[in-house]
């Protein structure tokens, strides 16, 4: 069949997925409504296109921390890619190398940071950080990124603990014997119980910082209240996110919540935003709102599961295309166009 849209990506995985792998990817908290509604937002979002303007040239550029990306999509932290394509994370950073644009790589992965580095030589990669019960885990995680080149460090702030996913419940979920979480192995062994520090505070920015140059960028900011910490905090970046709905069921929509962190931070640092993007109007929108580049998460382990890295690709050119033409039909001929003027909240 014809790959033309993000949705086709989604079917295929989900007809071609194990049960169980697909239902750990799809999964939400709860009643699942903050992930739907991360999607269902973007309805109520119009634009206010502008006509005749010359959009023969387009550039659809931008810039990351100060590095420039092909086009304002990233991929997300998200686990377990051996789970939707056996090479797993080293497809993903082929792909993003090839499409030029950024790889978040998660403490979960299932190849070792040296693996996912050497695949993708020279691609913009940062590293998505949890906070272990064992810091001395956590300390040498961050400082083997840092050794391999990594650009970034991206702190998850909303999993003190994990969210409740009733299938992954009812699957008894667990990753299938031959796979490993490569990077902690040795920490399972120290730490039987939950690794995860549900006491990490702000404060543990200051001692991240301590231990590397890198710069920080915290994920999972959802209120100006929080996002004027981070500012004050110091951190470089800030990733609007729920994660995926999967954590806290009945927050709100990560582009709903964009306008509120934009307007608390004012600038000082750059805002990005993950959840709920499925076509390259969505990505308009986002900009148009104040992010500076959005990150996706599930269809890049939907494009995984069709083709490997070629399926990614596939996900990332046609979010690509979407975008540019998005733009030239609202009439902005490069990213630095786009603004609040672009758009307007309906009521459906």
């Known amino acids: 069949m014809a790959m033309v849209c993000l949705s086709d990506f989604e079917a295929y995985a989900k007809k071609y997925l194990p049960k169980i792998a697909w239902d750990f990817f ?24 502008r006509m005749l303007r010359d959009v023969s040239i387009m550039d659809i550029r931008t810039k990351l921390l100060g590095t420039e990306i092909s086009f304002p999509v990233g991929i997300a932290p998200t686990g377990f890619h051996q789970l939707a394509w056996p090479e797993g994370e080293k497809s993903t950073a082929r792909a993003a190398k090839a499409m030029n644009t950024c790889y978040i790589i998660s403490t979960y992965s299932t190849c070792t940071l040296e693996e996912i580095s050497a695949a993708a030589p020279g691609g913009l990669q940062w590293f998505q950080l949890y906070i272990h019960r064992n810091r001395a885990v956590s300390q040498k995680l961050v400082q083997r990124a840092e050794a391999l080149g990594f650009q970034g460090l991206v702190l998850t702030a909303d999993l003190p603990y994990t969210g409740k996913r009733r299938d992954d419940v009812r699957n008894g979920f667990r990753l299938p014997p031959h796979m490993k979480l490569k990077n902690l192995e040795e920490a399972f062994e120290v730490c039987k119980m939950s690794l995860l520090d549900p006491s990490v505070t702000w404060n543990d920015i200051y001692w991240l910082r301590s231990l590397t140059h890198l710069p920080i960028i915290i994920k999972g900011i959802l209120t100006k209240e929080d996002a004027e910490l981070a500012v004050r905090h110091g951190v470089q970046g800030i990733i609007v996110s729920n994660h995926g709905g999967r954590q806290l069921d009945g927050g709100p929509a990560t582009i709903d919540a964009l306008v509120e962190v934009v307007e608390a931070v004012q600038g000082r640092v750059e805002v990005y935003l993950d959840g709920g993007i499925r076509k390259g109007s969505d990505i308009l929108k986002a900009l148009a709102l104040g992010a500076k580049c959005v990150f996706i998460g599930r269809p890049a382990l939907w494009g995984l599961a069709y083709k490997g890295e070629e399926g990614l690709q596939d996900v990332l050119r046609i979010l690509q295309d979407e975008f540019r033409l998005s733009m030239a039909l609202a009439g902005c001929a490069s990213v630095s166009e786009i603004g609040r003027h672009l758009v307007q909240f309906s009521k459906l």
Request: aromatic content about 8%; overall charge positive.
């Open 26 to 49: 799809a999964a939400g908290a709860d009643d699942c409504s903050t992930r739907d509604e991360n999607i269902l937002a973007y309805k109520r979002i119009r634009f206010r296109p």
